[in-house]
């Protein structure tokens, strides 16, 4: 029950606070009873014993009646009562060692069979329990009495229902001997024959709730006995004639202390008012103030929200907390990978949130595994949708168009709870329309404050995020908050990346969302390059050979032209272009994709490799060039089997002061591909814009320029 470092365990009613020491003792009826005795608990003399001679001279010490029961048992397995006289003693002796091998003999008291449930220190529920037994009708047997008895549909083989099956077995068998009975007796009218001594549900007893007729004495002592034994949760059984007087007037005692107590008889009493028991569990597990959740962050869309997860793991592990995080790229706790590959769904999502260091988990929300399986997590914090654009993967799972695949993308968006936040794109039609599926509240985001959307939200008094001259703002209502400058976050390029600066926003979005204070976001993003050891594939900048190149992971239209116009801002003339896609994409879309790049590069490279997902050789090559026959710029076109060979192929052909996007097949192999390249054969470094840009006037060229109306860390109405 719950998540990551406040997580809590509980297996019936055993809780992970339930000490291992304290159920051996309350196993063992001789070290439990030496204990209760040392507190003025009253409980009954006795002793264990070696044979079934010394259970008799026992009993003759004690004095008649006498019980006798297994020293190590539950469930009642193996307990007899009231025993007055040697035969039943030496009888109940041996049954008693079918199921154990140490007995123990003590003075049976008279009265009333009671179960006690004591829960983090306070008595919750009472039952009064009576043994099985049997109603004479003068016609019927034993045994066809005890048949009518379990067709109630209140009993079953187990535990799964309110009560259990009456069984005849050995102990049964001598219970209906003392009576002058078999199994095949036909008791009197209105006989009662008991079938059990012992009350226990397990051997078929039933239960009457009596909680509010607990004296204080008694609820005291049972108290008392569950914590000399040292339970959180506990089951103690007293015998007394009257529970609702103290025991020592009435020779009443505690005959045991249980772990793991029986639940069903205060949930489904056989007669009486039902306990909140359950409840009363979850109250001492999550005290006030206590709910076992960790702050949860899920991000998806169609672009950007690999670079948007990674960025607010950042931003929060910043602040000093260890966190949890699942991408396309692997599964990381505390900055470290514990697994890789494409860790975006459910079964991720769980590894996180189950881990006991985890303090707050940021999830990438794939649509796979939203189809697959589910979200992976009940509910989030903040829920976070970077775009729509023109959809991925269409085709897929029967989500044909982008308004399906927006119905997809929205479950994140229906899974914040009422007092989270969804974080939208407001100037994508298709995300911004999620807003009226969220429980709780909506952050809009958009480079512009003057988009309808945003302004819509923000003259209701809601909280938006936007671009004012070069400096991110904070706005709830007339209240603005200026958070940093765009050229101080490394992630932006100065600000030139408008896709970047648009991903920045969603993570200030989310962050704002969790409640973290201004100082720890601009730390935060001021802190998170844009190298691949933080975004690995996405908008690397390295110089190779003289000519620069812009490794990216980008495999879809919405992606390639979010890239294309921020190669836009680049002098470099001439421009290569490494691209695929797998083949699980419909041919229009990669008709599409072949089409942009024609129109905006000089060289297109293309390659197929191991996604080629049922698609015949070339097949993918052929959808591309239907696509770039169109275009209006490419003069070269080549087609290579293998990324590393398409790579190979490029860097042999591009020149000093070139431009090449580099698409990255896989992020592993394209990182260590780079790496080893760039540390081995000294073919390049990587670099930042205003070394790829060369130019002076890098302001100028910035999309969000900085005029800084709005001062840094300043709020204002």
Same mark, same amino acid.
Not at 1 to 19: L, N, P
Not at 470 to 496: C, D, F, K, W, Y
């Given at each position: 029950?719950?998540?990551?470092?406040?997580?809590?365990?509980?297996?019936?009613?055993?809780?992970?606070?339930?000490?291992a020491i304290a159920e051996s003792i309350a196993q063992d009826k001789d070290i439990t009873r030496m204990l209760l005795r040392s507190i003025g608990v009253p409980t009954p003399e006795g002793r264990p014993v070696e044979n079934a001679e010394d259970a008799w001279e026992a009993a003759e010490d004690?004095?008649?009646?006498?019980?006798?029961? +297994?020293?190590?048992?539950?469930?009642?397995?193996?307990?007899?009562?009231?025993?007055?006289?040697?035969?039943?003693?030496?009888?109940?002796?041996?049954?008693?060692?079918?199921?154990?091998?140490?007995?123990?003999?003590?003075?049976?008291?008279?009265?009333?069979?009671?179960?006690? $449930?004591?829960?983090?220190?306070?008595?919750?529920?009472?039952?009064?329990?009576?043994?099985?037994?049997?109603?004479? =009708?003068?016609?019927?047997?034993?045994?066809?009495?005890?048949?009518?008895?379990?067709?109630?549909?209140?009993?079953?083989?187990?535990?799964?229902?309110?009560?259990?099956?009456?069984?005849?077995?050995?102990?049964?068998?001598?219970?209906?001997l003392e009576q002058g009975m078999t199994p095949d007796t036909i008791p009197a009218v209105g006989k009662k024959v008991l079938i059990r001594r012992n009350a226990n549900l397990s051997t078929g007893g039933t239960a009457t709730d009596v909680t509010d007729m607990v004296h204080p004495d008694v609820?005291?002592?049972?108290?008392?006995?569950?914590?000399?034994?040292?339970?959180?949760?506990?089951?103690?059984?007293?015998?007394?004639?009257?529970?609702?007087?103290?025991?020592?007037?009435?020779?009443?005692?505690?005959?045991?202390?249980?772990?793991?107590?029986?639940?069903?008889?205060?949930?489904?009493?056989?007669?009486?008012? +039902?306990?909140?028991?359950?409840?009363?569990?979850?109250?001492?597990?999550? +005290?006030?103030?206590?709910?076992?959740?960790?702050?949860?962050?899920?991000?998806?869309?169609?672009?950007?929200?690999?670079?948007?997860?990674?960025?607010?793991?950042?931003?929060?592990?910043?602040?000093?907390?260890?966190?949890?995080?699942?991408?396309?790229?692997?599964?990381?706790?505390?900055?470290? %990978?514990?697994?890789?590959?494409?860790?975006?769904?459910?079964?991720?999502? %769980?590894?996180?949130?189950?881990?006991?260091?985890?303090?707050?988990?940021?999830?990438?929300?794939?649509?796979?595994?939203?189809?697959?399986?589910?979200?992976?997590?009940? #509910? #989030?914090?903040?829920?976070?949708?970077?775009?729509?654009?023109?959809?991925?993967?269409?085709?897929?799972?029967?989500?044909?168009?982008?308004?399906?695949?927006?119905?997809?993308?929205?479950?994140?968006?229906?899974?914040?709870?009422?007092?989270?936040?969804?974080?939208?794109?407001?100037?994508?039609?298709?995300?911004?329309?999620?807003?009226?599926?969220?429980?709780?509240?909506?952050?809009?985001?958009?480079?512009?404050?003057?988009?309808?959307?945003?302004?819509?939200?923000?003259?209701?008094?809601?909280?938006?995020?936007?671009?004012?001259?070069?400096?991110?703002?904070?706005?709830?209502?007339?209240?603005?908050?200026?958070?940093?400058?765009?050229?101080?976050?490394?992630?932006?390029?100065?600000?030139?990346?408008?896709? !970047?600066?648009?991903?920045?926003?969603?993570?200030?979005?989310? #962050?704002?969302?969790?409640?973290?204070?201004?100082?720890?976001?601009?730390?935060? $993003?001021?802190?998170?390059?844009?190298?691949?050891?933080?975004?690995?594939?996405?908008?690397?900048?390295?110089?190779?050979?003289?000519?620069?190149?812009?490794?990216?992971?980008?495999?879809?239209?919405?992606?390639?032209?979010?890239?294309?116009?921020?190669?836009? !801002?680049?002098?470099?003339?001439?421009?290569?272009?490494?691209?695929?896609?797998?083949?699980?994409?419909?041919?229009?879309?990669?008709?599409? !994709?072949?089409?942009?790049?024609?129109?905006?590069?000089?060289?297109?490279?293309?390659?197929?490799?191991?996604?080629?997902?049922?698609? !015949?050789?070339?097949?993918?090559?052929? /959808?591309?060039?239907?696509?770039? =026959?169109?275009?209006?710029?490419?003069?070269?076109?080549? =087609?290579?089997?293998?990324?590393?060979?398409?790579?190979?192929?490029?860097?042999?052909?591009?020149?000093?002061? =070139?431009? /090449?996007?580099?698409?990255?097949?896989?992020?592993?192999?394209?990182?260590q591909y780079l790496q080893r390249a760039m540390e081995h054969e000294n073919l390049g470094r990587e670099i930042d814009l205003n070394a790829a840009l060369q130019t002076k006037d890098d302001t100028a060229k910035s999309p969000v320029a900085s005029n800084k109306s709005v001062a840094v860390g300043?709020?204002?109405?």
């Open positions: 029950m719950g998540y990551g470092v406040h997580q809590r365990r509980i297996c019936t009613a055993e809780t992970d606070a339930t000490s004690i004095g008649l009646p006498v019980v006798v029961k +297994p020293q190590y048992g539950n469930h009642g397995r193996g307990v007899a009562t009231n025993l007055q006289s040697k035969e039943q003693v030496i009888a109940a002796y041996h049954a008693a060692r079918e199921e154990g091998r140490s007995i123990v003999v003590e003075r049976h008291a008279p009265g009333d069979d009671y179960r006690m $449930l004591v829960i983090g220190g306070k008595l919750v529920a009472a039952a009064r329990r009576e043994p099985a037994h049997v109603i004479g =009708d003068g016609q019927s047997t034993v045994q066809q009495l005890i048949d009518k008895v379990n067709e109630d549909p209140r009993r079953s083989d187990g535990h799964a229902t309110s009560l259990s099956l009456i069984k005849i077995d050995a102990v049964a068998l001598g219970v209906l609820a005291r002592h049972a108290i008392e006995a569950a914590r000399i034994v040292g339970l959180d949760i506990a089951g103690v059984d007293i015998v007394a004639q009257d529970i609702a007087q103290p025991l020592q007037g009435q020779r009443g005692v505690i005959v045991e202390v249980n772990a793991g107590p029986g639940l069903r008889m205060h949930l489904e009493p056989s007669a009486g008012s +039902p306990r909140p028991v359950g409840e009363a569990i979850i109250d001492m597990m999550f +005290p006030e103030g206590q709910n076992g959740r960790i702050p949860i962050v899920s991000v998806t869309g169609v672009n950007g929200k690999t670079t948007v997860t990674r960025l607010i793991a950042h931003m929060i592990a910043n602040t000093g907390k260890k966190v949890g995080m699942t991408c396309t790229d692997g599964i990381y706790v505390g900055g470290r %990978r514990i697994d890789s590959g494409d860790c975006s769904g459910p079964q991720s999502a %769980r590894s996180v949130l189950m881990n006991p260091f985890v303090e707050a988990a940021v999830l990438e929300t794939a649509r796979g595994g939203i189809l697959r399986e589910g979200l992976g997590f009940d #509910c #989030c914090d903040v829920g976070i949708v970077t775009n729509v654009g023109e959809g991925d993967h269409l085709g897929l799972s029967d989500v044909e168009t982008v308004e399906q695949l927006a119905v997809v993308k929205r479950c994140v968006i229906e899974g914040v709870h009422k007092q989270g936040f969804g974080v939208l794109k407001a100037d994508d039609p298709l995300t911004a329309a999620m807003a009226e599926r969220c429980k709780g509240r909506v952050i809009f985001f958009a480079i512009h404050e003057s988009d309808p959307v945003l302004l819509a939200h923000r003259q209701k008094g809601e909280r938006v995020v936007f671009v004012r001259d070069g400096i991110i703002v904070m706005a709830e209502g007339e209240q603005e908050t200026g958070v940093t400058s765009v050229n101080q976050i490394p992630l932006t390029h100065n600000g030139r990346i408008r896709f !970047q600066v648009e991903n920045v926003m969603a993570a200030v979005a989310a #962050c704002w969302g969790v409640g973290m204070p201004v100082p720890q976001i601009v730390s935060g $993003l001021e802190s998170f390059s844009a190298h691949m050891d933080k975004v690995p594939g996405r908008f690397n900048l390295l110089e190779v050979h003289g000519a620069t190149v812009i490794a990216d992971y980008g495999h879809n239209a919405s992606s390639l032209l979010a890239v294309i116009d921020a190669l836009s !801002q680049f002098p470099q003339g001439h421009r290569t272009v490494v691209y695929s896609a797998a083949g699980d994409r419909r041919d229009v879309d990669m008709i599409r !994709q072949g089409e942009i790049l024609a129109d905006h590069f000089d060289r297109i490279i293309l390659y197929e490799d191991q996604y080629t997902r049922g698609r !015949q050789p070339g097949e993918i090559a052929a /959808m591309f060039k239907q696509g770039i =026959d169109r275009g209006r710029r490419a003069r070269e076109v080549y =087609d290579v089997v293998g990324w590393e060979n398409a790579v190979d192929r490029a860097l042999k052909l591009i020149k000093p002061g =070139d431009l /090449m996007l580099l698409q990255a097949d896989t992020i592993d192999a394209t990182v300043q709020t204002k109405t």
